[in-house]
């Protein structure tokens, strides 16, 4: 400021571009939020005969939201509140709204609207022919669609280009400032550590008996349970709101409306209720954003790794952990006293927590999980390089589960056709991996913070972690890119260790290792 304390007109010009800038992303943020409603609806309610006029509904609306970040104006009041951020502390709201639209900017104005709309368009059509293909086990239906997004991937990858390979840009955008190669040095150190680990565990899989999580449970009943278990770890549903679908997610309009879904299996407990855990774990993540940072680019979770280590947090380090079952299991006995009657607590423990290499992702064991995501890792990046074709794939995808997990998938349902990813694009994968990692890393700071965690647990009582999360992780949406926001958490780099000395303690004594 000059000596007489009075703003140069520069000054007062950046702050207005500031609000103009703060006005124009929550215009931004209201046509994401439609884009978000119609998403969720499509993946609840909508009929199947809906798809297409949804799918233009929603590339209108993509192309919308993608022609106001990168349209000039955009661009510069970005460039005239630069002077004004650099003059803020960089941690600050402000500077770190500056700099984070500035990064989503310079990327999305290297993509064309058009292309914006066909990645929209395409992702629900492809949607709807992969849920048909899936149940009548028809991959080659869907396997122009597969065609389709690579294509359009490429394409989007060529647009806002990349350090090393193609495929950097996908990682990109799901975990910011990270690359492949970075995915890979942590997957290759984690690798062996699982393989030694399944080793070890495979010649004595039939000590653990999980059948008793395959007998009747009444689904009204297992809503209830579930309700109750996420209301007490603290997502809120006055906030919130649970509903069924076939593939479970979450998804948040803005801080105060974060809704979860999840599917009901009457002959297999632990679908629904470790999948809402799973879920609420991504809620809580929303519902635990700053209000400060509503309409802005930085509200929502930073990363999919970051997110993923919130829902893998609840759904497994605390819920299938021994001190929650000592409080909890008494309650869930009760609610299923002819399935649960004759089982003691460790038994279900034991149960809830059985190793065994198996064909479906999103049912496997902490162990084996992390081998579903490397194979797809690998598989993906040679689709976007061309080095694997589209017709090949099915079989690549066999090949990979045999190599990674000792068994051949029957069908291709059951195979290459289990998850919705590649309706929507590439690079949706390694995330799932890099929570379990992150989970575990903050997981040790947590009880570092709190050493009687466990014994809260036991009492049923969850808020002490949920406030150290909110304090360290959920606050801050997406002000500091992924590795910083760690580093702040738990003063450490990303690092596979804590995940292997949890894996190793907790299964070395299931397995008496
Ligand atoms: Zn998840």
């Given at each position: ?9 520069a ?29 969720w ?19 209108a ?60 368009r ?10 048909d ?41 799901t ?26 565990i ?12 395959h ?22 549903f ?33 679908m ?103 194979f ?49 694009g ?35 009582e ?40 949890y ?11």
């Amino acid at each position: 400021m000059p000596p007489n304390g009075r703003k140069t007109s520069a000054m007062s010009g950046s702050n207005d571009a500031l609000d103009h800038l703060k006005a124009t992303f929550a215009e931004i943020s209201a046509i994401n939020n439609a884009i978000a409603v119609l998403g969720w609806d499509q993946n609840t309610y909508m009929p199947p005969g809906g798809a297409a006029g949804r799918a233009e509904d929603l590339a209108a609306l993509a192309k919308l939201a993608h022609e106001r970040l990168t349209s000039r104006r955009t661009g510069d009041l970005l460039k005239a509140a630069q002077d004004h951020a650099a003059s803020l502390d960089p941690a600050s709201d402000d500077a770190s709204l500056v700099r984070v639209a500035q990064r989503d900017y310079d990327r999305e104005v290297k993509v064309p609207d058009a292309l914006v709309a066909e990645i929209a368009r395409t992702s629900v059509l492809a949607e709807s022919v992969w849920r048909d293909a899936r149940s009548r086990n028809d991959y080659p239906a869907f396997a122009p669609w597969v065609e389709k997004t690579v294509d359009l991937n490429r394409r989007l990858c060529e647009c806002v280009g990349y350090p090393e390979q193609p495929f950097d840009a996908l990682v990109d955008y799901t975990e910011p400032g990270m690359t492949t190669n970075a995915v890979r040095a942590v997957f290759d150190e984690l690798r062996p550590h699982l393989v030694d680990l399944v080793g070890k565990i495979t010649p004595q899989v039939d000590n653990v008996d999980d059948t008793v999580l395959h007998r009747q449970y009444d689904e009204a009943t297992q809503e209830r349970i579930g309700r109750e278990v996420v209301a007490r770890f603290g997502y809120d549903f006055n906030r919130g709101r649970l509903d069924r679908t076939t593939h479970p997610f979450e998804t948040a309009f803005n801080r105060d409306d974060v809704r979860i879904t999840t599917r009901y299996d009457s002959r297999f407990l632990s679908m629904a209720l470790m999948g809402t855990m799973h879920e609420a774990g991504h809620g809580m993540y929303e519902q635990g954003i700053s209000p400060a940072l509503a309409q802005t680019p930085l509200t929502g979770g930073v990363s999919s790794g970051m997110h993923e280590s919130q829902s893998r947090l609840w759904e497994n380090f605390v819920g299938r952990g021994m001190p929650f079952w000592r409080f909890f299991y008494p309650t869930l006995q009760a609610a299923f006293l002819d399935s649960l009657g004759d089982v003691e607590m460790h038994q279900f423990y034991r149960a809830i927590n059985k190793v065994c290499p198996s064909l479906i992702r999103v049912e496997a064991d902490e162990v084996t999980y992390c081998l579903h995501i490397m194979f797809r890792f690998d598989l993906e990046i040679a689709l976007l390089d061309g080095s694997l074709a589209v017709n090949d794939t099915p079989a690549a995808w066999n090949e990979k589960v045999r190599g990674y997990l000792g068994i051949t998938p029957p069908n291709d349902t059951v195979g290459i056709l289990q998850d919705i990813h590649w309706t929507t694009g590439l690079g949706g994968f390694q995330g799932y991996a890099l929570g379990n990692i992150i989970a575990a890393q903050l997981w040790e700071s947590a009880h570092q913070a709190h050493p009687d965690l466990p014994e809260q647990f036991e009492r049923g009582e969850f808020g002490a972690l949920l406030h150290w999360l909110n304090t360290n992780i959920h606050q801050h949406g997406r002000k500091f890119l992924p590795a910083d926001l760690l580093q702040r958490a738990t003063g450490s780099a990303l690092s596979p260790q804590p995940y292997v000395r949890y894996l190793r303690r907790k299964y070395g004594e299931i397995y008496s290792l």
